[in-house]
Structures are given as structure tokens and as C-alpha cells.
């Protein structure tokens, strides 16, 4: 996993060394999203850019043809073409993480992943988000997901910190402390 994460954050810089050039790294991050959207959530485009015996060359046309169905820029089509012929288009999905953290990092902003028993309110979004500002000195961007595997709470990880509100991660920690006596 970490080589695949390795390879997703070189494809990344390359691709955000180019837009940054071009001036427009949030425009390719919206396109990258979408056609990574597209390719990742349909499972016979996927087939096709993943499947070795089709010649790399029909898979970077195949991805590029997508990318300018999508309106994507040239950039971002040649880009897809590229991650295609090299057979990585199963790294897509890692390649856009990377670039948005990449993007994040250049207007001093990242993202917090919460999961929660319920929605949370705008009330709680917004305290939760001033709480994680304060601990890391950077803007955050809440991603919200619920999860109504959790008994009650939340769960929010930002990088490699996780903040574990829930009620099922104080339940672990008693559960912990009564066992040690």
C-alpha cells in the first residue's frame, strides 16, 4: 500500500508542478475529480483502463476521450492518457487525494474526514471545525460521512491524528481502564 500511496503522490506532484504553471490548480483539481469520478465509479470504463492486454496506447486514447467528453482541459486529458498507458488508472482515486492535499497544503488548508452517528448540525460543524483549527493552526475542511455503525459521536482524522468522540471509542477506553484494575 504505502509503494501505491509513493506512486500516487509522485503522479500528483507532476501533474500540480504543471498546473501551478498554467496558474489554475484548483480548476484541474475540479476536473481531476470528476473524471476520476467517472472512471472509478463505472465499473466497465475502470475494466477497460485496468485490463493489461488492452494495448496502452488504446487505453491512454480511451482516457484521454473521456477527459475531453468531460470538458476537462488539455492538461488534465493528457494527464489521464498518461496515468492510463502506464497501467495506473487503478491508482486514480489515490493520485486525486494527493493532488488535493497538494492544493490544500498550497492555500494552507486540510481536510478533516468525520464520522458521525448523525448528520451534524451547521452549530456543530462549525464548533468541531474551530476546535481542529485551533489544535492544528491551519483552515480545515470538513468532509462529513455518517456511519450508523457508531453507537453515538464522531470520529475525525486529519492526516494521521484521530480525534475518536464516539461513544463506542469511550466504551473501548473503559472497557481498557477496568481491565488494568
Do not use: C, N
Amino acid at each position: 500500500m504505502r509503494a501505491r500511496e509513493a506512486t500516487a503522490r509522485r503522479y500528483a506532484k507532476a501533474v500540480y508542478d504543471l498546473a501551478r504553471e498554467g496558474g489554475d490548480t484548483d480548476a484541474v483539481a475540479r476536473e481531476l475529480e470528476q473524471v476520476a469520478g467517472i472512471i472509478t465509479g463505472d465499473p466497465a470504463v475502470r475494466d477497460v483502463l485496468t485490463r493489461p492486454w488492452i494495448k496502452p496506447g488504446d487505453r491512454r486514447a480511451i482516457a484521454a476521450a473521456i477527459g475531453q467528453k468531460t470538458g476537462a482541459r488539455k492538461l488534465v486529458q493528457d494527464f489521464l492518457g498518461l496515468v492510463a498507458e502506464r497501467g495506473r488508472a487503478d491508482h486514480l482515486s489515490e493520485i486525486v487525494a494527493a493532488y488535493r492535499a497538494l492544493v490544500d497544503a498550497e492555500h494552507g488548508q486540510t481536510r478533516a474526514q468525520v464520522r458521525s452517528a448523525v448528520a451534524l448540525t451547521d452549530k456543530e460543524r462549525q464548533e468541531l471545525s474551530a476546535r481542529l483549527e485551533r489544535a492544528l493552526g491551519q483552515r480545515i475542511l470538513l468532509e462529513e460521512q455518517v456511519d450508523a455503525t457508531l453507537l453515538g459521536g464522531f470520529i475525525a482524522q486529519v492526516g494521521s491524528l484521530i480525534l475518536d468522540g464516539s461513544l463506542d471509542g469511550q466504551l473501548a477506553r473503559l472497557r481498557q481502564r477496568l481491565a488494568r484494575g
